[in-house]
Structures are given as C-alpha cells and as structure tokens.
C-alpha cells in the first residue's frame, strides 16, 4: 500500500509565537551561541556556561575564533541560565533561556570591554528568543504549561494535540489525527488517527493492535510536548499520523509541589433544550505533584498522584432512567534522576494509569447488554546517558502495559432477534446479555542503543545520529461466552416458517448472518455428517443424490427447541474451546542520519530500517516482513543568516508495520474455538469453524507488503518584529 501527499505551505509567526520545527528527536536539545563585543567583533576564548534549575546538567564551552560556541546535551527547559566570562571583558548573564529537546537555537550576545558603558535595550514580552531551528525541516509544534492553561482545553495530552496546525478531531476514538493525510474519504469528514503515535517519556505507549493512544498521564507532569506533522529525520517511525512526544519534569535542587482540585455536575452546565433529557452527572479531578532533591545537585525526585471520577445518570430517549455508571481514574508517577557525575547520567520513569468504568453512558446501550471495562497497566523505563566532548550514548530499556478488558453485566445467553412482519422495539432485537467476558494485555517491550556525534570540520558541523533497536509486541487474550456458552441469533415467533432463502435475499431488522456463499459451506457440513442421508432425505426433494442451492434454501426455521429466550432457532456461534491465547510480532530497527550545516545551508540524508515477524499463539512464525528502507533527505536555507528565516523542502518515506490485530486474526490457533451452525433437521450443524490449528481461520497473504507513504514538503518560515 503507497500513500504520496506533498505540501506547499507559507508559516509566518510573529511576535510571541510558537515554534514549528525540529531537527532531532534526542531528548536533549542544543544552543549555538555568538558571542561579540561592542563594535561587532567576534570574542573567542570567552568561557560560556549554561545551567537551568530544571536539569541535573550544566554543560561549559569555550568559544572559537569565530566567537561561536555549541553547547549539546542540554535537557528541555524554559528557565536556563547562560552566563559568559572572558578576561577583560564584563561579566555577563542572560536568564529564561529556552531550550527545547530536537532543536538547536541560535543566540547573539554582546560583552562590554572593562570600563566601557555598552547600551542595554530591555524587551518585554513572552518572547525572549528566536524559536525557529534554521537547521531543521521538521513541522512541529511545542506545546508548553502556559499555553494549555491560557486555552480552554480539556486536561488530558491528546486534546492538546488539537492546537498544532494541521490537524483536526478524529472520529475513532483519539481526540486529533492528521488532517488530509488519513482523512474518512467515505461516511465522513473526520480522520481515523490509527496511524499516530505517541511517546511518553521515551516510552512508546501506542495501542499496538489498534493505532491508537494506549496510556494516560497527569497533564501537570509534563515539561514539553511536542507534535510532529510531517517532515521526520530517521530516527522516528510514523508519517502517516502526527507524532507526539512527552518529556516530563526531573524535580530539582529545590522543593516545588502543587494541589489542585477541580469540580463539576450537571447544575453548572446550561440544559440543552433542543435535545432534552440531559444526564445528571458530577465530576472531579484532583491531583498532586512533589519534586526535589535527594542529594542536591546529584539525585532528585518528582512524582504525582491524580484521580479523576465521573458518575453519570442514564436515561433512555424518552427520559426513563437506566443505570448510574461511574468512572474511576487513577494516574501514578514517579522519575528519579541521578548524576554520579557530570559526563553520567540514569533516569528511571515509572507511570501507572487504572481505570474501571462500571458501565455504558450512551443511551443506546440496553441494561441488558451493558458492561463494565477495566484499562490501564504499568509502563517503566530506564535509561542510561553517557557523554563524551562531542558523543552522546544512550542505551534505554522500557516496558508497557495496557489492559482491554470488559465484563458483561448481565450474564445471561446473547441472542439477537430478527424481525420482518412486525416493527421491532430496540429491547426486541436485542434479547439476553451482553454475551461475553473477556480480558486482554496489549504490551511492548523495547531495547534500545542510540548514538550522537557531532564532528566540526572545515567543511561544517557535522550532526550524525544513529541507533537500534528491539521491540516485542505481545497481546494476550482470554474470552468466554457466557450463558450456555453460545450466541444466537433467532427469528421472531411471529416469522417462524422463514426460509434460508428468504432470509438471504430480504430484508429483515437485524443482521441475518447467512450470505450466497454459505449455501457450499452447508452442503460440505451435510456431506461429512454422521447422519448425513437424513438432510437427503428432507432436502434432497428432486432425489438426484446431490443438495442444490435452491433445495438447501428451502429450509425452514420453525422451532424453538432450547431457544434461551424462546424464539425460533436459526443460528448460532458455540464456543466449543475456551483458552487464553498470546500471540507476538517482533521487530528491529535501524537509523543512520547525518546533518551538516554549512554557514546558512543545512543539508540532512538519513535512512531508516525495519523488519518485522509475526507469531502465532502456537509460537510458530505465520508472516515475516524483511528489512524496508525509508530514506529521509532534506535541505535548509538560512535566508539572512540571522536565525529568524528559512526555506525547506524535505522528502522522505514511512513505513506503518501490520499491527497484532492481523496477527490475532491469523495467528489464534490455540485460543478460543467457535462454530457456527445452522438450525436443520432438528439440531445444530456446524458449516464453519474459526479459530484452532486445523481449521485456520485466515493467512498471510505470501505477497503482502508493508504499506507506506511517502511525503515530500516545500516550506517557508520566518519571525519578524
């Protein structure tokens, strides 16, 4: 599968605006400072040293001939320090320095000569620097603490993603998706947002069988998030959809904390008159945070506790109460940060987010066939930096878990009623309990070793990046019928007499199960039965020793024989094996990147590497997905070569890899074993079986590819006062 979208886009942001771009994905960021004095001269030799009290690091250079100085390493921040001195010169210091993980800002300052009166200007404003990377051909946003409070926003990441340009609500269940490129084309105008991808911490936390967001945090926790929306270097996955990564707060060298509790119900919400009926509900959300140092300036903590709960009364469309569902939330966090010393650094992020919601709060959902649910699971990670001059590794290990699990309230037999003479009521179709229990573990593990190097030459500044990595994608099942351990769908007593026929080619209220090709499953099933010359005798009606079509769909249903809830028996799904079934996909993957900025140009090549395998709940190998190359090419014009103009073009290939449900689809050969049957002759025939080695129920196609998409982007942006 190919995607290709391009985009010719014009981004002017001024005064206070936001940055849009991104060189990098580290979870540091840079800055290349000049230095000058009075008369525009370069300063060398002058010692430049940055510090933020949100970071264990602080990183020292010593600027060139040139009087300009790089400093690399620098962990996500609004409130660095950078203070220069240099022997002759006045001391000097500029505080609230930003520093954004992924980009590198380009910075201008001035030193007095001893004795010599140099004019200061002071700027007022939110604006205290350039925040466009002139080294970057990524479309990003950052989204910061104050901007999400001065919105009205909900308090959650994903509804932030709706801020950043170019993308717009989702209709499957996320909150934003990638405008145009995943865009409904058929039933709607709203995107699927399947293929985003969501990092927390380093932590990939995506929904590895659906695409879709698989963790919740605390929003107070978070120290910058970015959306990414197109151009990505290798180092990531994804294209498709957005991007969106979290970095959250490292406590620090001083104790900082906060409490906070929200309110709300139904009396503070004005009453929807065109629509009536409105629930009565109340809410809250509060929440916790402590930070601070265990051993200043070497080990500090931050954790946070959040709990949020909803209760919500339900009534049905002519306003007759059905039940009150509460829905508890529970958010956990905890970072430690320890530097043993100044080139080392061990991070262990820890984020736990239950939740049980006790039943359905749409009005559609019968009391007989509501069901509670239960999500959330532990995510951990720990990660090791190492820095050299002008290397840094990281090597990083990390688990997620998610939970899916929902539990019929009513635990009766499911049976589904079809209707046909008579208008049936909602209650009418749907008869018995929800059906089903089941539990299930969406997880993923990965290991990881990453490299940057930055190698400054006569030719430029070189940015290489490069890493690997392992992952395991694990999904784990467990379903059971509940009742007699079977679901029906049956015909109405007032439609009894319908035939096989009849309900193939009408029209009926509800779905009928039976399509045209089903006439040659039955036969089949009628062919290896034991009892096989009784259906000859009641359908083979033209005595020719074989079943046609027309003679099978003169069946008719007309009994109710054990029917649970008394209707006439038709079809039926018996699990005949109950068993919880584990099935994986694994996979590898390679980046090589290489930037080199030139004085104004910056040109990136980059390539990205995957491979996947899928196994069965049998642990044998039912697909395999060899090595795919994705190159990502780009090239940056400084315009004025002043930091605050550019212009872009980048082009680059994504891979979006099979997810497990595939592999749940074709790979449960051990797990739960369903027939379907049919009502003849009296008893239950079954003409299909899902599930089980013999009987597999789907295949890999041998020449099924990994879809992709390929973007290519042209691109201007510029900051003026």
Known sequence: MKKVFKKRILSALVAASIGVSTSVFADTGSLKIRITDSQGAPVANAKVLVSSP??????????????????????????????????????????????????????????????????TISVTGSRSQAHIDTTSATVSMDITLDLTESLPTNRNYQSYLQLAPGTKPSASGNPSSKSGVNYSDIGGTMG????????????????????????????????????????????????????????????????????????QDDSLVADNKHLGNDNAFSSYDTAVTLGGPIIRDELWFFASYQQKSTTTDVTDADGNFLRTVDDESDLGFLKLTWAPTDRDEFEISYFN????????????????????????GDKLKIEYKHSWDDLIMTVRAARHESELSAFAANKDTRNDVLYQSTEASVADLNKGGYGLDYTEFRNRDELAIEFEYYLDTDW???????????ITNTLESNEQYTGDGAQYTSISAGDSGATLTNLITQAWQGPTEFVEDDYARIRTAMNAASNSAQYYT???????????????????FGSNAGNPTGDVNMYRIDMTQ???????????AFYLQDTLTMDQWTLSAGIRAEKWEHFASTGAKVAEFDWEIAPRLSAIYDVFGDGESKVWAFGGRYYDPVRTNMTDFA?????????EQIFVGGDWLTYRVRGGTQ?????????????????????ISFIRF
């Open 54 to 119: 949100d970071s264990l690091g602080k990183k020292e250079a010593v600027t060139d001939s040139e009087g300009f100085v790089r400093l690399i390493g620098l962990d996500p921040s609004g409130k660095y320090t950078v203070e220069v001195d240099r022997a002759g010169y006045s001391d000097f210091s500029r505080d609230n320095v930003k520093v954004v993980s992924g980009k590198t800002f380009n910075l201008d300052y001035t030193l007095a000569k001893q004795g010599e009166s140099v004019e």
């Open 192 to 263: 699927s947002s399947s293929d985003n991808v969501y990092y927390l911490d380093g932590i990939d936390t995506t929904d590895n069988n659906s695409g879709t967001f698989g963790a919740n945090i605390n929003s107070e926790i978070i120290q910058e998030q970015q959306v990414f929306t197109g151009g990505l270097p290798a180092k990531y996955s994804g294209g498709s959809g957005l991007v969106t990564r979290i970095v959250t707060k490292s406590g620090g060298n001083e104790f900082t904390g906060s409490v906070n509790y929200y309110f």
């Open 353 to 376: 987010d239950p939740r049980e919601i006790s039943g359905s709060t749409s009005t559609s959902v019968l009391e007989n066939r509501d069901r509670s649910q239960q999500q959330g």
């Open 460 to 470: 430029g500044l070189h940015t290489i990046e490069t890493g690997y990595s392992r």
């Open 538 to 556: 009641l359908y083979d009606t033209d005595a020719d020793g074989t079943l046609s079509d027309s003679e099978l769909g003169a069946i008719v």
């Open 578 to 588: 109950m068993a919880a079934v584990e099935m994986e996909t694994k996979g590898a």
């Open 667 to 675: 790979g449960n050969l051990t797990g739960p074993i369903r027939e």
């Open 695 to 715: 009987t597999q129920d789907a295949f890999f196609s041998p020449t099924t590819k990994t879809p992709y998409t390929d973007e290519f982007i042209e691109y």
